[in-house]
């Protein structure tokens, strides 16, 4: 005991800083895989959120009958349902010691939270509004790519952050908000959403 306090005094605090940092370094590399294998929640939703704008496109035309709030309601609970299935998966040992997981995690936890409230607290009071929703929703989606990007130390990840970006620059500067943008949205979730979270579980299986 007293030949560690010994070593714990003679490490210098550059000594100290390096050991830090390359324990973070090798916590972002294990959070780096695992939450690899978390990819499933990204194709989920990708492929969720495609299906749901592209019907939503279809019943805004006339193709369908009107969908809008139930299909979201829908959307929201079998995600959140299939997100919470995903999680219990994980080994809760793994998410608390590991602060690369606990920041992928709650980056999407934060999104999902307000997606929620705001699609609950508008549907109550009856301020719904389909720019305001999809703006929140690819300006959230960017930071969240932003903040794992760095996290996870996977730069590639940016690029769907800065696709986000833009996406959420263009629905602000349209005039005109029509079906159109569903459409913009569908298809922005493929490769924006559902593709990363293919990268990650290729980089989990260790392909990338």
Not at 53 to 80: E, M, N
Not at 125 to 135: A, E, N, P, S
Not at 184 to 203: D, E, H, K, N, Y
Request: net charge positive.
């Amino acid at each position: 005991m007293a030949e560690t306090q010994d070593n714990n005094q003679n490490t210098s605090p550059s000594q100290q800083a390096e050991t830090d940092l390359a324990l973070i370094r090798s916590m972002m590399a294990a959070g780096r895989k695992r939450a690899g294998a978390d990819g499933a929640h990204l194709v989920l939703w990708g492929a969720l959120l495609m299906v749901t704008f592209f019907v939503q496109y279809a019943s805004v035309i006339g193709r369908l009958p009107p969908l809008q709030t139930s299909l979201w309601v829908i959307t929201l609970v079998i995600g959140w349902s299939a997100s919470f299935y995903l999680g219990k998966r994980m080994p809760r040992a793994e998410c608390e010691n590991n602060i690369a997981l606990i920041g992928y995690a709650n980056a999407w936890l934060a999104v999902g939270i307000t997606m929620a409230l705001y699609f609950i607290t508008a549907s109550i009071f009856g301020q719904l509004d389909t720019r305001t929703v999809t703006v929140l929703s690819a300006g959230t989606f960017g930071s969240a790519f932003f903040v794992i990007s760095h996290v996870l130390q996977v730069r590639p990840l940016r690029f769907a952050a800065a696709g986000w970006w833009l996406v959420m620059i263009y629905l602000v500067q349209v005039k005109s908000f029509g079906p159109e943008v569903l459409l913009v949205m569908g298809i922005s979730c493929g490769p924006l959403i559902l593709v990363p979270g293919l990268f990650l579980r290729r980089l989990a299986s260790g392909k990338g």
